[in-house]
């Protein structure tokens, strides 16, 4: 059974950046649709970015110019740079990827705190 594995969490300071991976473990064919969302401690879980095939990376409004999204068809992982971080920025942070078929994994999370 396919999973997914993220990566590169920690505390960093108000400002600071942190770059975040997440990699498939096992094969996961024909991935249409990778992101990442963010769940915030008493917040609803909340897309953070994606990369549909095709189509160009999407943002939410609160990391737009801050955070970006790449992602390496080739080895099926995905990567969120996350700079000028905030103390909202806070939560676990949690990759997925959807197939054509409509399949959805889920990492387990890694932990980003933004604090002084």
């Known amino acids: 059974q396919a999973q997914l594995v993220e990566s590169g969490g920690g505390l960093v300071q108000p400002g600071g950046s942190l770059r975040l991976s997440c990699a498939a473990s096992?094969?996961?064919?024909?991935?249409?649709?990778m992101g990442w969302y963010r769940q915030a401690p008493g917040k609803q879980r909340e897309l953070v970015a994606r990369?549909?095939?095709?189509?160009?990376?999407e943002y939410a409004d609160a990391v737009k110019g801050r955070f970006t999204i790449s992602r390496d068809n080739a080895k099926n992982m995905v990567y969120l740079q996350m700079n000028t971080l905030e103390p909202e920025d806070t939560g676990v942070y949690l990759c997925?990827?959807?197939?054509?078929?409509?399949?959805?994994?889920w990492g387990q999370g890694t932990q980003v705190t933004v604090s002084p």
């Open positions: 997925y990827t959807i197939t054509r078929w409509g399949k959805v994994y």
């Open positions: 096992g094969s996961i064919p024909s991935i249409d649709n």
């Open positions: 990369i549909i095939s095709g189509g160009s990376p």
